[in-house]
């Protein structure tokens, strides 16, 4: 009977057409504002009504879906105040967790974030932006848990796909690869010193960096054709 186990492992098809939708608002395949049409999407994703409308549920809690009363789901919009607050957030609990993981790490945990850094670097030099935002997120989560900050840790995870949307509108601009490997390994070895205050202080740049990019893109996409 050991054939009758369920797979663990295994993704419900929710589950895959939850990532693919995510995929494609983050990567801008929805601009912000599209309508997201219940029938259209179930053609395109080869899925029921019934899961297209769970999984828009969800995106909802995610900040990447917005309903609007007698138009429906749509992909929800950029709101530059809101984009503001998201990276005042992200500065503070990212900084205060680069110096606590700085005064903390223990070898391994350096060991970790570099082994990450060189799989950024490497998908930068792909152009393989997708995989540039999923190892970003796991140098995010090694640097929170080396500085043993679970809390701000769960924080930043309810704000990940918010992050990566906007990462996404960056990351592929001419001459971004090098600027933020630049900065980010001026974080690490800040962090492989011990120096608690230069890991702070390489973090709060980087993020006034990313916050000053993302800023520009919003006007651009806010300018009319």
Known sequence: MSDLKVDRNAKTL???????????????????GARLVERTLCDELGVSRTVVREVLRHLETEGLVETVARTGPIVARLDPTQVAEIYELRGLLEANAARACAENATPDVIKRLRGIRRKIEAAFAKDAFAEVLTQTEAFYDALFEGAQRSVSLSVVRTLNT????????????????????????????????????AAYEASAAHIRRVSELVQQALRRIAEPD
Do not use: H, W
Request: net charge positive.
């Open 14 to 32: 929710r589950e895959l057409t939850l990532e693919k939708l995510r995929e494609a608002i983050v990567q801008g395949y929805f601009r912000p």
């Open 162 to 197: 918010r992050i990566n949307r906007l990462r996404a509108l960056t990351i592929s601009s001419t001459g971004r690869g090098a600027e933020s490997n630049q900065e980010m390994n001026t974080l690490l070895a800040a962090i492989e010193k011990g120096d608690g205050a």
